[in-house]
């Protein structure tokens, strides 16, 4: 993968602070639920704001090879990477469609998910539950990899969608 960029801006986006679970000593909330000093964009305690607000970057923060429509509130996907003991794989890699799983259909999430499965990225695709509620996880390696592979778009696109599908109608 390309460089690592260390500062990219928020912009904009405020999709953390509503769509994302956190729960630290200091603060915590429920995914799906609006932090309440947040201005949208913009945080009303910005110079006082907690620990885990000055530390957490999604990966489109920090990944400099993905595309400025990859922004969490342009694309209406929050992307995040870890390390991973899993057989086989270096990177894990979550996808979470926080309003609309279709948001993994568009452009430019595909091409997005398409790369990190090249790459040997253990890749998940994700959407929210309702607010507070689990939502659901599901990696899409294997289902995609012969389209990876043959470099089949309408394969490829076709798994993803029955992947896509098979996610809303997760428990
Ligand atoms: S989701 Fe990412 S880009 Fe959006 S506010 Fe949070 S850290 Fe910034
Ligand atoms: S304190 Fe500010 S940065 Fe932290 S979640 Fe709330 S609005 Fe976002």
Redesign the pocket.
Known sequence: MAEPLLE?P??D?????TH?TIDTPSFAKVAGVACEHCLS?GCGIYETRYDICRT???G??HAAWLPEAM???RSGV?IDFRETEAPGYKLEARLLAYADPAALERHPVPDVIAGLIAQQVLTHIARSGPPGAPGAKAAVNAQLAEAVRTRDPDLFLAALKAGVRALETAP
């Open positions: 990219r928020c912009g986006c405020s999709v953390c602070c994302m964009p957490y970057r999604c489109w923060k922004r969490p509130d929050v």
